[in-house]
């Protein structure tokens, strides 16, 4: 019986880790560029939590959360950061230290979704949360650092799209307003919108059916019914990116899936084609309710999170970097500990090394070395032994040298550096 992965859910095997690696230390740097400071909380919460964040009536809660129970706690694996993330804030009373908080945080999530490309049932989001910044200036940072980690991983057709919730009164108010428009069409709606109609009309915007998204078309926007501090804040946003000259689209029928969401919110979605209707390849917005809604303080709160599956497909590998690695080859027990010294002398100049120990003929041993990829390859028999030196071999410049064996990490280290220069 051979075992295989769960449904939906895929291993990462060296020769893919490498972009992945990529993905997360580009992230990486950028986030913390801009302030953010990692967060790690567990995978598997309290079920209740996502119900009550995320939303009851939301498709995640609905329809897609692993649940499991044991001695009588209900729980579920995280199907998003966010929630897990200011349950930690909440908890930790972090905004009594400071005045604002911006977190980030990178893993596997978890939802029962039909596996196809571009969604998975374990996939992984990197994000970011600000807390305690009521926007609209943290908004459009937030998005222009978002455009700015898009262009450095070579993600080259992309859209931003933003537009506005409102607070809980322009939302109720656009509420009443989508109910009487879509009631009389009622019947053009999918069986699932139709029970939405009652109890979450704006999640018929969101949804991917083509009966909805045909009755919908002529649907008033939520623009036209914001409050005026709701307004002034959206206003506020544009402005800001304008000033920042980050392009973007208004989008008056983005509602997104989760129910927490107020004000600001923004979807990148990728414009190459290749990604089909997984096109979305982040998605935020600003959560002001949620805090208080967990039995925390009364804080603003803005996030996004990214599909790094999706980014994946997304991205132009052009840039990415090869690691020049040496190939250490002793053929015998005497040579294999010069070998070992000389393998602990090279990676203590951060070059990466493979140690052959297992002999063969020279032929096999190259090989090896090519096998991997190697850069250099070093030769250690009885008769460099004899004569006290290393055989080096170039393997690109198909060249070789002989050196004293106490010469070979710095001969190697200045011509990777020289490499390096030269691009
Ligand atoms: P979609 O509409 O494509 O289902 P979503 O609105 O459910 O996306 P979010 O909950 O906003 O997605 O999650 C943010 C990002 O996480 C998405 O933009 C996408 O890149 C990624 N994502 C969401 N679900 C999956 C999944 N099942 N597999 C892979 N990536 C996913
Ligand atoms: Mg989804």
């Not at 009536?57 to 966010?82: C, Y």
């Not at 930690?88 to 596996?115: C, D, L």
């Not at 990676?347 to 002999?359: M, W």
Request: glycine content about 10%.
């Amino acid at each position: 019986m051979q075992f295989r992965p769960v449904k939906g859910m895929n291993d990462i095997l060296p020769g893919d880790i490498e972009r992945w690696q990529r993905l997360e230390s580009v992230f990486r740097s950028t986030v913390e560029l801009h302030g953010y400071s990692e967060v790690r909380t567990p995978i598997l919460e309290a079920l209740e939590l996502f119900v009550r964040s995320t939303g009851e009536t939301s498709e995640i809660v609905e329809k897609q959360m692993f649940e499991l129970e044991r001695s009588g706690e209900r729980l579920a694996l995280r199907p998003e950061g966010t929630p897990g993330s200011a349950r930690a804030f909440i908890g930790g009373s972090v905004h009594a230290r400071e005045p604002v908080t911006r977190w980030y945080y990178i893993g596997p999530m978890f939802r029962a979704e039909n596996p196809q490309r571009g969604r998975y049932r374990q996939f992984h989001q990197a994000g970011c949360e600000v807390y305690g910044d009521a926007g609209p200036i943290a908004d459009a940072e937030m998005i222009d650092m978002l455009v700015g980690l898009l262009r450095a991983l070579g993600v080259s057709s992309f859209d931003v799209r933003v537009n506005s919730l409102g607070g809980p009164q322009s939302r109720a108010r656009y509420r009443n307003v989508l109910q009487d428009y879509l009631r009389p069409h009622a019947n053009e709606l999918s069986e699932h919108a139709q029970k939405r109609l009652l109890d979450n009309p704006l999640r018929i915007l969101d949804s991917k059916n083509p009966r909805d998204i045909e009755a919908v078309k002529g649907a008033p926007s939520i623009l036209e019914v914001l409050e005026p501090e709701d307004l002034a804040h959206f206003q506020g946003l544009r402005a800001a990116l304008d000033a920042l000259g980050t392009p973007y689209t208004i989008d008056p029928g983005l509602v997104r899936g989760l129910d927490y969401y107020t004000r600001t919110l923004f979807e990148f979605t990728s414009s190459a084609g290749k990604l089909g209707s997984q096109n979305a390849l982040l998605g935020g917005g600003r959560y002001d309710g949620m805090l208080a809604e967990l039995g925390g303080p009364q804080l603003p709160a803005i996030g996004y999170a990214m599909g790094l599956e999706r980014m994946l497909l997304a991205m132009d590998d052009s840039a990415l970097p090869q690691v020049q690695r040496c190939f250490v080859a002793p053929v015998g027990e005497r040579a294999a500990h010069q070998g070992l010294v000389l393998a602990r002398e090279l990676r203590a100049r951060e070059i990466t090394v493979d140690l052959d120990g297992r002999g063969g003929s020279l032929r096999s041993l190259l090989r090896r070395a090519d096998a991997r990829g190697a850069r250099f390859c070093l030769v250690i028999g009885d008769s460099e032994l004899e004569r006290g030196v290393v055989q080096v071999k170039d393997l690109r410049a198909h060249t070789q040298i002989e050196l004293a064996p106490s010469a070979v990490a710095s001969h190697i280290a200045v011509a990777l550096t020289q490499d390096e220069a030269a691009g």
